[in-house]
């Protein structure tokens, strides 16, 4: 029995509480609507106060008890055969009849406990809550929330806005004067900075800002207009004032213009609109070199310190490092996202993080190469800016390597079965990126390690006449260097795109030995000379003249770095370099080259009846004529120089093509004024100002003009005939008075 009285308790506070946040519900959205009227928080928070006093008194929920309950039960659960308001009486108060009937309810409340509905309008009230939330927060965002009784900035003198009347007999008009002018920059929600209000039309605002215009006359006026260049945007019109809403991409320069009852029109003058970046956050790495080793038995740790800057903050950074372990085809790489040893806050303008990289920590072992570079991406939304640093790499030595050397007439060859040119790496390396598309990331990416271990194998075949140490075959004696000169040992491997000529190097230490030996009999030698090869010496070590050799010492580093794309899986990086190195073999390959006159030309026949006859008729001349334009620059900013001219001298009214010859000379003009403001913003006030009116003074032409011909670029001195006359004794006399022409 207590049990069912307890569900009935149970179920009236359910019931208060679903009738409360019943009147919250509407109060909220009373109060919302409110201040989308009004724009007032003090008046809104009267609203919801006056509303919920008003639902409260109006339901009175504590006025409603268990026989409330026990009634909307019976109504609701006709299982309780209207017998549910006994649970309220006394057992000892029932006759037995009623005893029976109490238990029999109390049990059949406690199975149909689940059942129990309230009647409610919780899902009206909510939904009307969130409609008006969604255009509380649209109002937010669009500007249009801002409240209209805000107290105006202060306006200066200098930052009034000037008005220039467009048409002619205004004498016994008052113009309308303009009484506010307010300029607000809302800002990106991400750089968290408040809102700007401001009455200085000359604007700076971050890219992706609102910008909002709010313009009041002392008098009604016809429209209001901004003017961006050629394009004009009208004004909405709201209470008293105008105002206009744009999120500015780029700079540019905009005015005022607007038209009084009468049709009168008046333009102001013009002001900057600055748009500039966020800029991408900058790491500075410290205590770090571009390329470590380590020994495989030493310590294998790697130290250093990041400095991290950005404007408006820095959302993540981590070190992206990649593991490359093998060589060859069978050469493998892993990579791996690592994060700072000391924590990194979030959206922090500025931090100094410091790692310490343990490579046995990356289970790397001896031959292995470790790349990595820091990463840092700024909170910028919806496209952050991300920002990377320049790869560094660490090698762990490996000091113990097997290789073949060739002794005799024996040897291995250990070469790969076919090596690319470079010219057919450019070409295999363009196709797999245009084909980046199609292919599955692990086949586009074991591509490119394919084309990085063909770069390898051609690094080492020019590494060869270089004399260097590499994992292909080594010479140990003089004859391994002329069995070189004389028989490549790629040559059935190879493509020969590069090495049609190859037999033509000629190295130029040849020509010189050759006449150094005519004259070894008069000098002393060394014994030894002619017998030993020095392999310890690379410099020595090397088929080539000095000049081709630094040459193909570039050409090799070029290699390195396009072997270096390829292997981390970035071959449109990698181009560049393979483009360089491909120049540079082939200028190590004409400056090498033999030029031979051809010989056996057999020149045409000649008529011996027409020889030594001096007959010409059938000799034809070949003459070419051809005009040749040179483009002018600043076309209509010399047109308008020459109507200004024509307009100041005639003094006749601008007309209609007038105009739009001011209005394109402006154009042109702008493109300098955004560059040097200073120097030419009166001069595009002036010609703004033309370009929409019907007539001006001779003082305002006359300073257009010359703004406009100092704005042009000065053209370049062409050569004609001077007619100045010049004698010896002038020269004379002007040398005796020491007068530099």
């Known amino acids: 029995?207590?049990?069912?009285?307890?569900?009935?308790?149970?179920?009236?506070?359910?019931?208060?509480?679903?009738?409360?946040?019943?009147?919250?519900?509407?109060?909220?959205?009373?109060?919302?609507?409110?201040?989308?009227?009004?724009?007032?928080?003090?008046?809104?928070?009267?609203?919801?106060?006056?509303?919920?006093?008003?639902?409260?008194?109006?339901?009175?929920?504590?006025?409603?008890?268990?026989?409330?309950?026990?009634?909307?039960?019976?109504?609701?659960?006709?299982?309780?055969?209207?017998?549910?308001?006994?649970?309220?009486?006394?057992?000892?108060?029932?006759?037995?009849?009623?005893?029976?009937?109490?238990?029999?309810?109390?049990?059949?409340?406690?199975?149909?406990?689940?059942?129990?509905?309230?009647?409610?309008?919780?899902?009206?009230?909510?939904?009307?809550?969130?409609?008006?939330?969604?255009?509380?927060?649209?109002?937010?965002?669009?500007?249009?929330?801002?409240?209209?009784?805000?107290?105006?900035?202060?306006?200066?003198?200098?930052?009034?806005?000037?008005?220039?009347?467009?048409?002619?007999?205004?004498?016994?008009?008052?113009?309308?004067?303009?009484?506010?002018?307010?300029?607000?920059?809302?800002?990106?929600?991400?750089?968290?900075?408040?809102?700007?209000?401001?009455?200085?039309?000359?604007?700076?605002?971050?890219?992706?800002?609102?910008?909002?215009?709010?313009?009041?006359?002392?008098?009604?006026?016809?429209?209001?207009?901004?003017?961006?260049?050629?394009?004009?945007?009208?004004?909405?019109?709201?209470?008293?004032?105008?105002?206009?809403?744009?999120?500015?991409?780029?700079?540019?320069?905009?005015?005022?213009?607007?038209?009084?009852?009468?049709?009168?029109?008046?333009?102001?003058?013009?002001?900057?609109?600055?748009?500039?970046?966020?800029?991408?956050?900058?790491?500075?790495?410290?205590?770090?070199?571009?390329?470590?080793?380590?020994?495989?038995?030493?310590?294998?740790?790697?130290?250093?310190?990041?400095?991290?800057?950005?404007?408006?903050?820095?959302?993540?950074?981590?070190?992206?490092?990649?593991?490359?372990?093998?060589?060859?085809?069978?050469?493998?790489?892993?990579?791996?996202?690592?994060?700072?040893?000391?924590?990194?806050?979030?959206?922090?303008?500025?931090?100094?993080?410091?790692?310490?990289?343990?490579?046995?920590?990356?289970?790397m072992e001896p031959g292995d190469e470790l790349y990595f570079y820091v990463e840092a991406t700024d909170v910028k939304t919806p496209k952050p800016n991300i920002t990377r640093t320049e790869t560094f790499f660490s090698v762990i030595k490996d000091t113990v390597k097997d290789g073949f050397a060739v002794e005799g007439t024996m040897g291995a060859d250990l070469m790969p079965d076919y090596f690319r040119s470079q010219r057919q790496l450019i070409i295999d390396t363009e196709k797999l990126i245009a084909n980046e598309a199609t292919l599955v990331k692990k086949v586009y990416n074991f591509k490119s390690n394919e084309l990085g271990f063909d770069q390898k194998a051609l690094r080492i075949k020019y590494g060869a006449f270089m004399g260097d140490e590499t994992e292909g075959p080594v010479t140990s004696t003089a004859s391994s260097i002329e069995t070189m000169d004389s028989e490549d040992p790629l040559a059935s491997y190879s493509h020969k795109h590069d090495s049609d000529n190859e037999h033509n190097l000629v190295a130029e230490e040849e020509h010189d030995q050759g006449h150094d030996h005519e004259e070894s009999d008069a000098q002393e030698e060394d014994p030894l000379e002619a017998y030993v090869h020095d392999h310890e010496d690379p410099e020595a070590s090397t088929l080539f003249a000095q000049s081709l050799k630094s040459k193909l010492k570039q050409a090799m580093a070029e290699m390195w770095d396009a072997e270096l794309y390829l292997r981390l899986f970035e071959p449109e990086k990698s181009l560049p370099y393979q483009y360089k190195a491909l120049k540079l073999i082939q200028e190590i390959k004409n400056s090498a080259r033999i030029y031979v006159h051809r010989i056996g030309f057999d020149p045409p026949p000649i008529k011996e009846n027409k020889r030594l006859s001096g007959e010409t008729d059938e000799i034809k001349s070949f003459s070419k004529k051809e005009d040749l334009e040179k483009e002018v620059p600043y076309v209509f900013m010399n047109k308008a120089i020459e109507r200004l001219e024509i307009l100041r001298t005639k003094k006749i009214l601008i007309q209609g093509t007038d105009r739009e010859i001011f209005k394109k000379a402006g154009e042109e003009l702008g493109a300098l004024a955004i560059k040097e403001p200073s120097k030419h913003l009166k001069t595009l006030q002036g010609l703004k100002v033309l370009s929409e009116a019907r007539a001006s003074n001779e003082k305002d032409l006359r300073l257009v003009q010359k703004g406009l011909s100092q704005a042009l670029p000065k053209r370049s001195a062409e050569p004609n005939k001077g007619n100045g006359y010049t004698s010896r004794l002038n020269e004379l006399m002007l040398d005796a008075l020491e007068i530099n022409e």
């Not at 809104?44 to 008194?57: C, E, N, P, R, Y």
């Not at 029109?265 to 013009?270: A, N, T, V």
Request: aromatic residues 10%; glycine residues 6%; proline residues 2%.
């Open 1 to 363: 029995m207590m049990e069912a009285r307890q569900i009935l308790k149970n179920t009236l506070w359910k019931w208060r509480l679903y009738r409360l946040t019943e009147i919250v519900f509407l109060a909220l959205s009373s109060a919302i609507i409110a201040f989308l009227l009004s724009i007032s928080f003090g008046i809104a928070v009267l609203v919801f106060v006056v509303v919920s006093s008003i639902g409260v008194v109006y339901h009175k929920p504590w006025t409603h008890g268990l026989a409330d309950i026990c009634s909307d039960l019976d109504v609701s659960l006709g299982v309780l055969e209207n017998s549910s308001s006994l649970l309220l009486t006394p057992e000892e108060e029932l006759t037995l009849l009623a005893q029976i009937q109490q238990s029999k309810i109390a049990k059949t409340l406690k199975s149909h406990e689940k059942a129990i509905r309230i009647k409610n309008r919780l899902g009206l009230g909510a939904l009307m809550t969130f409609c008006c939330l969604g255009l509380l927060v649209v109002g937010y965002y669009t500007g249009v929330l801002q409240n209209t009784k805000i107290e105006n900035p202060q306006i200066t003198e200098k930052e009034a806005i000037m008005v220039t009347a467009l048409d002619t007999g205004l004498a016994a008009v008052v113009p309308p004067k303009i009484n506010k002018q307010t300029i607000t920059i809302q800002y990106p929600a991400y750089t968290k900075k408040k809102r700007l209000v401001t009455s200085d039309m000359n604007i700076k605002a971050l890219e992706g800002s609102t910008v909002k215009w709010t313009i009041g006359y002392d008098q009604k006026v016809k429209e209001s207009l901004l003017q961006f260049g050629t394009d004009e945007v009208a004004m909405q019109k709201r209470n008293d004032s105008y105002f206009s809403l744009t999120s500015p991409e780029s700079s540019s320069f905009y005015n005022l213009k607007f038209s009084d009852t009468l049709g009168n029109r008046y333009i102001s003058d013009l002001y900057a609109l600055e748009v500039y970046k966020d800029e991408a956050p900058s790491i500075t790495i410290a205590g770090l070199q571009q390329f470590t080793s380590f020994n495989f038995d030493g310590p294998q740790l790697l130290e250093f310190t990041a400095n991290l800057k950005d404007d408006f903050g820095i959302a993540d950074v981590a070190i992206i490092a990649t593991v490359s372990k093998g060589a060859g085809e069978s050469v493998k790489f892993r990579e791996e996202r690592l994060s700072f040893d000391a924590f990194f806050e979030k959206a922090s303008k500025s931090s100094v993080l410091r790692k310490k990289l343990d490579l046995r920590a990356l289970k």
